[in-house]
C-alpha cells in the first residue's frame, strides 16, 4: 500500500503521506470508539434532558445530540441541501463530532474557554486543584467532568455545570448554523 522506498522528495512525501495517514486513521477510529456511550453513559445523560430546569430549546438539541441526529453541513450535504459539506470556520468536513469538539477555529476555543473559566474558579476555592478539562465525552454524552467533580463535592454545583455544558453545546450549534 504505502511503499516510502523511492528516491529523494518522492521517498520524503510518500513516507509523510503513509505517517499522516496512519495518524488520520488512528484519530479516527479513536473518535468512533468515542462516538459511543455505554448503556449507562446514554441512560445518565438521557436523564440529565428530562432536568426541570434545563430549557426545552436545549433539551431538544440535547435529545438530537445525543441520537446523533443533530443536522450538521456534512448530513445536509448527502441529502442534497447543500452545495459541500464544509465547515464555515476552518474548511473540514462539518460532522457532529466537528462541530461540537473538534473545531480548532471556533467550537474547541469555546471549550477551552469554558474550562479555564471554571478552573480559575475552582482554583480560588481550593488551591491545590488542578486545570479542569473538558472530553467529548463530557460534551456529547455529558458524562461527570472528573478533575472537577473530585475538587467540587456539592450535587447542585455539579449539575449546573452538567447543565451549562449542555447550554454552551445548544449555542455552539446556534452560533454555527444561523447566518450562513
Not at 479542569?132 to 454545583?157: A, G, M, S
Request: proline letters at 3%; glycine letters at 2%.
Amino acid at each position: 500500500m504505502c511503499d516510502p522506498t523511492r528516491h529523494g522528495k518522492k521517498k520524503r512525501f510518500l513516507s509523510s503521506l503513509c505517517k499522516n495517514f496512519f495518524s488520520i486513521s488512528i484519530i479516527k477510529l479513536q473518535l468512533k470508539n468515542r462516538a459511543q456511550p455505554s448503556k449507562e453513559e446514554f441512560n445518565t445523560a438521557f436523564l440529565m434532558i428530562k432536568h426541570k430546569y434545563l430549557p426545552l430549546k436545549t433539551k431538544d438539541n440535547s435529545l438530537q445530540t445525543l441520537n446523533r441526529t443533530i443536522w450538521t453541513n456534512n448530513k445536509a450535504f448527502k441529502s442534497g441541501q447543500r452545495e459541500d459539506d464544509q465547515c464555515r470556520f476552518c474548511g473540514e468536513t462539518e460532522t457532529m463530532e466537528h462541530m461540537y469538539y473538534l473545531c480548532q477555529h471556533y467550537s474547541n476555543l469555546q471549550w477551552e474557554l469554558f474550562a479555564s473559566a471554571v478552573s480559575v474558579v475552582v482554583k480560588k476555592v481550593n488551591p491545590g486543584a488542578s486545570n479542569i478539562y473538558i472530553t467529548f465525552r463530557n460534551i456529547i454524552f455529558n458524562t461527570p467532568i472528573k478533575n472537577l467533580y473530585h475538587y467540587v463535592k456539592d450535587k447542585e454545583i455539579n449539575i449546573m455545570m452538567a447543565m451549562l455544558v449542555h447550554e454552551i453545546r445548544r449555542k455552539i450549534h446556534a452560533f454555527r448554523t444561523s447566518s450562513e
